[in-house]
């Protein structure tokens, strides 16, 4: 399938080449450009009938499971999730480059019931194609979610994580989408072990910060400088005008000449 | 962690201390109600949320966190908590009180 699916692509390449200094002939021969974008359309479309189907097959499946657990079934007896059957078919959407089949599949490898080893393949091969091909899709922004929480045990290892961050860095043209990489990355590093992990993320906060200015992961790399520089053991606490939970207002400075445990706290 | 922090206010009632929290609850009706029932007697800067505007500035990431301030309103302590927390506040008072001494017996 795959294969000829590669196949036709080159084919229609080849065929089309001389068309595309002469956008005016396309009418007869589609361009390379053309091509490629039937072909995302064609896999877009599969990719909607499979999501429709699925949405189907899973209410019967959350039904039946319902009905089950009423019956005070045992587990055992309960009806098996519907993912044994789609995940291979959205996987080959996947492996032909679907954003939103990779994203799907990026969610749904761990459960799938693989060897660790060939999960941890997999995602490094889905993840590759969503930054490399798709770094400003909606499909990436999800992925994303799934991507900065890698570098731990039993996940993507931290310095192919890095890798996928970094190339996203490079390949998105979305600011949201840089701050937000530079952002995660003193996470994933700092799961690496690196004994530079401190400083670097420093210097990804700074960059973020001058580069950025203007996204919330900014202003949040803001407060972790000024919390390195001017919150360090022997500084002068900076002085907060605030209110409390009555609207009453206070100041730090309202405390100077008492010892003060100042603690950031909740209920919640 | 509130259970300790009000035995170390009640300790130290007639000392020169404060616990000045920075609170980041987001339902007032809730907090008032948890911090009666949990006898919270120490006042709360209202954040309204942990992306509160302190918290930002100070880079909070996590909670809770701890600093230690002397009578001078500066940063001695980070991120000391349960006993180390008290020893901290003790070795400041202690300070306090020797350089009260120390005023008193120039004079």
Known sequence: ?268 | MIPHEKTLVQRLKDKPFALVGVNTDTDKDNYKKLAAQHGVTWRSSWQGGTSGPICQEWGVRSYPTIYVLDHRGVIRFKGVRGKAMDQAVDQLLAELEAEEKAKQGSK
């Open chain 1, 1 to 268: 399938m795959q294969a000829t699916l590669l196949l036709l692509c080159l084919a229609l390449g080849q065929a089309t080449a001389p068309t595309q200094s002469a956008p005016q002939a396309s009418q007869a021969v589609p361009t390379k450009a053309e091509a490629s974008q039937a072909e995302r359309d064609k896999l877009q479309a599969a990719w909607k009938a499979n999501d429709a189907a699925m949405a189907e097959d899973y209410k019967v499946w959350r039904e039946a499971t319902q009905a089950a657990r009423a019956k005070g079934l045992p587990r055992e007896e309960w009806p098996a999730s519907p993912l044994a059957k789609w995940f291979p078919l959205n996987e080959q959407l996947a492996d032909q480059g679907q954003p939103d089949a990779l994203t799907w599949c990026l969610q749904q490898v761990s459960t799938s019931g693989r060897e660790l080893a060939t999960v941890l393949e997999c995602k490094s091969r889905w993840y590759q194609k969503l930054v490399s091909e798709h770094a400003d899709s909606a499909a990436m922004e999800v992925a994303f979610n799934y991507l900065r929480g890698e570098g731990g045990t039993g996940s993507l290892d931290a310095k192919r994580t890095l890798e996928l961050l970094d190339t996203l860095l490079a390949t998105t043209t979305r600011e949201a989408m840089k701050a937000r990489v530079l952002f995660a990355m003193p996470d994933v590093i700092a799961r690496a072990n690196d004994p530079e992990a401190a400083k670097k993320k420093l210097e990804l906060y700074e960059r973020l910060a001058k580069d950025y200015p203007n996204t919330p992961e900014a202003r949040r790399a803001r407060g972790v400088l000024n919390s390195e520089r001017n919150l360090s053991i022997g500084s002068l606490a900076p002085d907060f005008t605030t209110k409390d939970v009555d609207g009453v207002e206070f100041k730090l400075s309202d405390y100077r000449g008492k010892v003060v445990v100042l603690d950031f706290w909740g209920f919640w």
